[in-house]
């Protein structure tokens, strides 16, 4: 089995028992029942997910930022230019970005990770250099990735995941760095949920009317000539089996991809492309995504095959974990939406992947920032569930007694 399919294979669904007994525990408390709220959900879904009542805390945290370049830059769906992703990278290092002051602010780790920078990094302390190639193709014209890269790319994320885990993290939070990645993220959400592009492509950092119009048509462009479904307007609905339901960067053409994306990981897009077959969700994720959507993909796969809850930050991670929920619908069990980032697009993702955001706060930022706010959350759920007193240990009555 590669490292892919034993990961997969790794991840577990929520445990029923530890369900119940969170459930039953958090009614015990000396609270009215269920005045914590999404609290409550979010202490009961890590308990499912560790199979144990109460869950482990999830502390120490560590973010780890996906950084990756995009061919589909060239198409003007964003003011920014490509430089500014190596550029982000080196302030990351330096400590300057406001990832770092909310990971400061928690007590989380940064770790940086290159899975596709279109530039050459010096190695340095913090800088984790996996580069399976120099950017994306352009989506718009043929396939982002091959068929090896997309693989390289999860492997690189699981190998991250387990770095981290073996170096005492207890919860993961998701974070990215790449110009142009929204567009990659909007054309991911449209054919996994099967929504039009007009309804998830967002401004991403602020673009204008006529650059967002662009950047629709460059995604229904992607979605057409990879032959996936939504590639227009009103177009044929599409969604994956997601856990809620049921190298060198070269241009490739826009005639399909190798073979071996398929492979034993086999949960199909449900859509009816021009063609009238299912895609795997491997191919969907060469075709249209990113090198750190992959790698994000993977590093959820990663943290759930190792019992470790998986914070998700904005649209980027929300595309992602799409992906990784196509192969394996369980890992969703093992996520917690940090919040709900201002791109439509990651509204659209969350409710596919039937999770609630924590926060939301009109982020739009990316680079694990929402994520990393959440985890002060996260954390005094679980807490609450060790330390809070029981109606009969603190000879408090219940009125449901």
Known sequence: MTILEQTVAAIRPADPAALAAARA????????RG???????????????????????????????FAADHGVHAQGVTPWPQEVTVQMVGNFL?????????????????????????ADLPPGPGLIVSKVAYGTADLSVGPAMTAEQ??????????????????????????????????????????????????????????DDETLARKVEVVRQ??????L??????GPAAGPASGREGADGLPVGAGGLSGGLSG????????????G??????EVLAAVGGLEHAAIAGFVLGGAALGVPVILDGVIAGSAALAAAALAPAVVDHCVAGHRSAEPGHAAALDHLGLRPLVELELRLGEGTGGLLAHPLVCAAVRVMHEVATFDSAGVTDKEA
Do not use: Y
């Open 150 to 207: 997309v693989v390289a790319a999860l492997e690189a994320g699981i190998a991250v995941a387990r770095e981290l885990v073996d170096q005492g993290a207890r919860c993961l939070v998701t974070g990215d760095m790449g110009i142009a990645n929204t567009t990659a993220s909007a054309a991911l959400i449209c054919a996994f949920t099967g929504k039009d592009a007009a309804a998830v492509t967002g401004r991403g950092t602020g673009v």
């Open 35 to 65: 005045a914590l709220g999404v609290l409550e959900e979010v202490a009961v879904r890590l308990a499912g997910a560790a199979a144990v009542s109460p869950p482990p805390l999830p502390a120490p945290a560590a973010l780890a930022i």
């Open 94 to 118: 330096a400590g300057g970005a406001v990832a770092n002051a909310f990971a400061a602010q928690v007590g989380a780790s940064v770790t940086v990770v290159d899975v596709g920078v279109a």
């Open 25 to 32: 525990h958090q009614d015990s408390l000396t609270k009215p």
């Open 277 to 282: 077959r299912a895609v795997p969700p491997l």
């Open 264 to 275: 034993g990981l086999s949960e199909k897009v449900e859509g009816t492309p021009e063609d």
């Open 229 to 234: 479904p939504g590639g227009r307007e009103g």
């Open 222 to 227: 992607a979605l057409r000539v990879n032959g």
